[in-house]
C-alpha cells in the first residue's frame, strides 16, 4: 500500500506526526499522561484478572498451536523483557545517550529472533518469580509516563533518541497494546472460552 499523499501543511517527503499516527492506528491517536496511565493500567489488571483466574494447572499448561511464546509465563516474561528494553531505552536516552532501539545487535527487521532470544532468556524463571517482577516493571512504566506533559508524550519530535516516534507510542506498545496481545496470546494458547 502507497504511503498517503503530504497534506499541504507537511514538507516535501515528511508526514505530520497526526497523519503518520492515522495511518498506523487507522485514526488519529493522541498520546496523552491521562489516557494512557488509565489505558495501561486498565489493560494490566484485565491482564492480571485473567492469570488470577486461572487454575494452578493451566498456569503451566503449554499452548495450543506453535507459537513462539509456549505458556504463560512464556507471555509475562516477554511483557517483562519489553519493559526492560524500554526503561535501557529511556535511561540511555535521556543521558544524551542513542540507544540502540529495539536492542543491541537487532533491528526490527529481526524482531522475531529478538523475541525468541528474550524468551530463552528467561527459560529458568518461574511465573512465580516473574509476576512480581512484571508489576514493578508496570509500576516503573507508568512512573515514567508520569514524569511528562502531554506534549512530551505526544510529540514524536520531544527526544531525539525517539528517532521520530512519540514517546507514548513507546508507553502505549510496551504497556496497554502489549497487555491487550498479552491476554489475547494467552486466551488463545489455553483455548479459553469467550
Known sequence: MAAPAPAP???????????????????????TREVLLERDDAEFATLLALIESLPPARLSEQFAG???DRNVRDVVAHLHAWHILLERWYSDGTAGGSPSIPAEGYSW???????????????????????????????????????????ELDDPAAYPWTRGTALGEFALECGGNHYAWARDTIAAGLELSA
Open 66 to 68: 506453535s507459537g513462539r
Open 109 to 151: 527487521a529481526r524482531l522475531a529472533e529478538l523475541n525468541e532470544d528474550l524468551r530463552q532468556q528467561w527459560q529458568d524463571t518461574t511465573l512465580a518469580e516473574l509476576l512480581p517482577l512484571l508489576r514493578a516493571s508496570h509500576e516503573s512504566l507508568q512512573a515514567m509516563v508520569a514524569l511528562h506533559t502531554d506534549a
Open 9 to 31: 501543511m507537511d514538507r516535501p517527503g515528511e508526514l505530520s506526526a497526526q497523519r503518520v499516527q492515522r495511518e498506523r492506528y487507522g485514526r488519529i491517536v493522541t498520546f
